[in-house]
């Protein structure tokens, strides 16, 4: 069966700090890989997704970037944090082509202080 | 307009109560339509799929209207674990793209 694993749980940082979230997947090939935000008492907003290595759409201009160096990996990066970067960060997986379900990882309360 | 929109709430029912929520989207071309929950600081799970004929499982029945863009989720006989935030996704053509809406909040009382 596939599994999501995301790391770490919760996250507090300050201002100008750089940012690592790392996401991986098991039981599965060539998923499609994704990284949600979520400010508190929202939605979820799409930062990136990934169809493939190297493949990576970024959907909003923000201080944050991705890369996916191996298939079942996908890393959120910052090289300075934002306080407005605060928020729950959510990586998820979806079949292979297949815009379907989503899977999601347990997710990363980070804190910008 | 928002692409997803639903009715924040917060819907607070007695047990047993059945209580409906409404989603509805403005992409026309939307292919594929969900029902998350989420429980407080966790991540969202998938509760169902949606289908234009309508699909239920157990206490919960989902249903899609195309012609005026909505999505509903029905729960019946209520119960205390259902409090959660209910979140409806509707997915266009193009990959990646899955839309969220920010979520209604139901409290189950007993």
């Known amino acids: 069966s596939q599994t999501i694993h995301q790391w770490p749980a919760t996250l507090v940082q300050p201002v100008g700090s750089p940012l690592s979230l790392e996401c991986t997947v098991e039981?599965?090939?060539?998923?499609?890989l994704y990284w949600y935000r979520q400010a508190a008492g929202r939605g979820l907003q799409l930062l990136f997704y990934s169809i493939g290595i190297d493949q990576i759409s970024s959907e909003v201009p923000q201080n944050l970037s991705a890369s996916r160096p191996q298939d079942r990996q996908f890393i959120l990066s910052s090289k300075k944090l934002l306080l407005s970067d605060s928020g729950f960060y959510l990586c998820?997986?979806?079949?292979?082509?297949?815009?379907?379900?989503?899977?999601f990882g347990s997710g990363t309360q980070l804190s910008v202080l | 307009r928002k692409e997803v929109e639903q009715d924040p709430g917060p819907f607070n029912v007695p047990e047993g109560a059945t209580v409906a929520f409404n989603c509805t989207y403005s992409?026309?071309?939307?292919?594929?339509f969900f029902w998350y929950r989420q429980d407080c600081r966790k991540e969202p799970k998938l509760l169902m799929s949606?289908?234009?004929s309508g699909n239920e499982d157990g206490r919960f029945t989902a249903q899609l209207n195309r012609a005026s863009q909505y999505i509903s989720l029905l729960i019946r006989d209520s119960k205390l674990s259902d409090s959660a935030t209910y979140l409806c996704?509707?997915?266009?053509?193009?990959?990646?793209?899955?839309?969220f809406g920010d979520g209604t909040t139901l409290t189950v009382k007993p």
């Open positions: 996704v509707v997915n266009p053509p193009n990959a990646g793209k899955s839309t």
């Open positions: 039981g599965t090939s060539n998923p499609n």
């Open positions: 992409n026309s071309a939307s292919q594929s």
């Open positions: 949606v289908y234009s």
């Open positions: 998820a997986w979806s079949p292979l082509g297949q815009n379907e379900k989503l899977f």
